[in-house]
């Protein structure tokens, strides 16, 4: 068996081998130079998602396809589409990505949209959105929103800026939102709930219908994080599968948002955010007047943005269709069928729910004891998936992991690979080398704690060292 060693997680792992540049070049550097650079260092990079070992993260790992996203993307990556005179290409593309994705989710015609830089930036812009509908309608100065524990955290980030009161909703049994507690916590400082389809630990449905009537009920927003599920489980039904319903069909859904960069199989950097009614919208659009540089008025969060982010995500869309995507996604159920099956072979594990792509599971507590005496900890497991090459995402409470299945996993023997290193994986848990598991529950370090300890005190430090030049040498 083998023992797994802590994966390579340097921050700096091009020292020694590039230039640092801690000022401007003296003199331009050749354009060949560069790109040979770059090139290198996204060659080293994409091996891991490609690998199709990944969890998430990357979606549709098909380099023909982003190579022609990169084209359509060119076109326009320099225009400002703020200057909507100079680019109206940007009307026709925002306005039919929009329409696309809202017809994709069953909207109506009273359903208006936004392009946005991703799904964080969607979610606090729908919080923005309640907070100010709360205000303008109700004169809610201390506004509240119900969330679920498993609401994405984005939402926290827009609670904090906006001042807006959580309200934290616990989960039942089933790992979704726990109405009882919903209902019983609404006030006349409620201006929206937030339900999820498609959580990210464990990829599963809030009860969007029973949401949505408290909702109408007590005649407040409702919001549907869709970011991460949006897109693909928009084909579920026509894969013959019956998920909870969670699109705008649904009554009292006011807004979802969907990302496009995600399973829409665009390029990074941009998502939907839909409003029903479309007024809705006319909630955070941003206008000063009395500037000296000009009326000022814009749409959304964002000052100049790209329009080459704009063609590509239309591009992508178009050149997938409805048959594409529904293609992907077949592929994504079938293979998240199979780690189900691969998850479910061993009494140690159990799943969290029952998921259609993004498979969480933990140690079951009722599950064949380790030689200690107690459950396996579910990070040994991790730890010897990752010496496997497998990078999955570390949850907690409780503590778990979760494989997302994207497109790059649907390769001919990934899900089958799975298996086999899953088993090699428990058997090591069963009895590790070390009690303490080298991985953890750490959001976007495919559940490994990076190198904290050469840090000095957690996180802040991580983050800041993050945004450092590194050394010249190793
Ligand atoms: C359910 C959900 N909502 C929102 C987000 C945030 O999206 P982004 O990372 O694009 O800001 C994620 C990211 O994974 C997610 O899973």
Redesign the pocket.
Same mark, same amino acid.
């Given at each position: 068996m083998s023992h797994p060693g802590r994966p390579n997680v340097s921050l700096h792992p091009y020292a020694g081998r590039f230039d640092v540049h801690r000022g401007l070049p003296d003199h331009g550097i050749s354009r060949d130079q560069i790109l040979g650079e770059i090139a290198q260092m996204s060659k080293e990079e994409d091996a891991k998602g490609d690998s199709g070992r990944v969890s #998430?993260s990357i979606y549709s790992g098909d380099h023909e396809h982003y190579g022609f996203l990169t084209e359509a993307y060119g076109h326009f990556a320099h225009a400002n589409v703020l200057q909507r005179d100079m680019y109206p290409s940007a009307t026709k593309m925002e306005s039919e990505i929009i329409a696309m994705t809202a017809a994709m989710l069953h909207g109506d015609e009273d359903t208006g949209g936004l392009i946005t830089s #991703? #799904?964080?930036?969607s =979610?606090v812009t729908a919080m923005l959105t309640y907070r100010e509908w709360g205000r303008k309608q109700r004169g809610i100065e201390h506004p509240q929103v119900i969330m679920p524990v498993t609401g !994405?955290p984005?939402m926290n980030k827009a609670f904090h800026y906006f001042g807006i009161e959580l309200i934290s909703a616990p989960v039942t049994d089933e790992f979704v939102v726990d109405l009882d507690f919903v209902r019983d916590h609404i006030t006349p400082n409620t201006v929206a709930l937030v339900g999820?389809a498609?959580?990210?630990p464990h990829g599963l449905i809030d009860p969007i219908t029973e949401l949505g009537e408290i909702a109408l009920e007590h005649e407040i927003g409702l919001h549907v *994080?869709g970011? =991460? #599920?949006g897109f693909i489980l928009a084909w579920a039904e026509d894969c013959g599968y019956h998920p909870t319903p969670f699109d705008l069909r649904v009554a009292g859904v006011t807004s979802m948002s969907a *990302?496009t !960069?995600?399973y829409g199989y665009a390029l990074k950097g941009s998502?939907v955010l839909l409003f029903r009614p479309k007024s809705l919208r006319r909630e955070q659009y941003f206008i000063v007047r009395g500037w000296p540089g000009g009326i000022y008025s814009s749409p959304s969060m964002g000052g100049s943005r790209s329009g080459g982010l704009i063609s590509a995500t239309w591009a992508s869309m178009l050149a997938l269709g409805k048959d594409g995507y529904r293609t992907i996604a077949a592929d994504i159920f079938a293979t998240a069928g199979k780690v189900k099956d691969a998850v479910r072979a061993h009494p140690e594990l159990s799943l969290i729910g029952d998921s259609l792509f993004n498979i969480a599971f933990r140690a079951d507590p009722a599950g064949t004891a380790s030689a200690d005496g107690g459950p396996i900890d579910i990070f040994h497991v991790n730890d010897s998936l990752a010496s496997n090459g497998w990078r999955m995402n570390g949850l907690q409470n409780p503590p778990a992991l979760h494989f997302c299945i994207t497109r790059p996993n649907t390769q001919e023997g990934i899900a089958e690979a799975f298996a086999t290193d899953l088993a090699t994986a428990v058997g090591y848990a069963k009895e590790p080398p070390q009690p303490m598991p080298r991985s953890g529950a750490m959001y976007g370090a495919g559940g490994q704690v990076p190198d904290i300890d050469k840090l000095t005190t957690g996180l802040m430090n991580y983050l800041d060292a993050t945004h450092e030049v590194g050394p010249d040498a190793p």
């Open positions: #998430g #991703g #799904g964080t930036e =979610l !994405h984005a999820t498609g959580t990210y *994080d970011c =991460l #599920g *990302d !960069h995600k998502s």
